[in-house]
Every structure is written in C-alpha cells, then in structure tokens.
Nanobody
Framework: QVQLVESGGGLVQPGGSLRLSCAAS????????MGWYRQAPGKQRELVAT???????KYADSVKGRFTISRDNGKNTVYLQMNSLKPEDTAVYYC????????????WGQGTQVTVSS
C-alpha cells in the first residue's frame, strides 16, 4: 500500500519559517521525482517545487529564494523548508511523487495546512 504522509504544517506569523516533511512508503522512493504543490481556497492547485532523483530542483517564481526542497533517500522523505513566509503562502500543501521510470504510477499525499497570519 502506497502512502505519502505530510507533516509540519501549522500557523505561523508573517516572516516566520516552517519545515514540511513528506514520508513515503510502499514505493521505490529513489526512482521518483518528488514535488510540493499547494492549493489556496478558491484557487487551483499550483506547483511549488520539485526535486528529481538526481536532486535537480525547480521552484515557482513566487517562492524562489525563500523555499528550499530537499530529499533524504535513506529516509524516503522529501522536505520543504519555507522561510520568510507571507500571508499569500497560506494554503494546503500537498506532496506528490512522479515515477521517473516509464509505466510507473504517480501518487499524492493528503495535504497539510499552512496558515500565515498575525
């Protein structure tokens, strides 16, 4: 059974930091491109950051310089370090795994709420 379980969300003041984690089980983690997406109320889900199995990373323009994605293949976990948080970063954050092997499946986590407010 495949599971992606996010943790680390919560309420933080503007300018603060949070670190999200996504622990994967039931997949061969090191062949997956991992990503973080977010969805704010009334908006479409959007890409935040991705990291390939060779640790190449990409970021949305809105988070460049503030967020850092990383992975620990030994722990089957991907992280999102979020600094200098803004109210517009408020959203449910989802973890996604995309297989980099043809024919593989993609998986989503259930999401974790991040609220940036004073």
């Amino acid at each position: 059974q495949v599971q992606l379980v996010e943790s680390g969300g919560g309420l933080v003041q503007p300018g603060g930091s949070l670190r999200l984690s996504c622990a994967a089980s039931g997949i061969t983690f090191n062949i997956y491109r991992m990503g973080w997406y977010r969805q704010a109320p009334g908006k479409q889900r959007e890409l935040v950051a991705t990291i390939t199995r060779s640790t190449n990373s990409k970021y949305a323009d809105s988070v460049k310089g503030r967020f850092t994605i990383s992975r620990d293949n030994g722990k089957n976990t991907v992280y999102l370090q979020m600094n200098s948080l803004k109210p517009e970063d408020t959203a449910v954050y989802y973890c996604k795994g995309n297989s980099e092997v043809p024919g593989g499946y993609d998986y989503w986590g259930q999401g974790t709420q991040v609220t940036v407010s004073s």
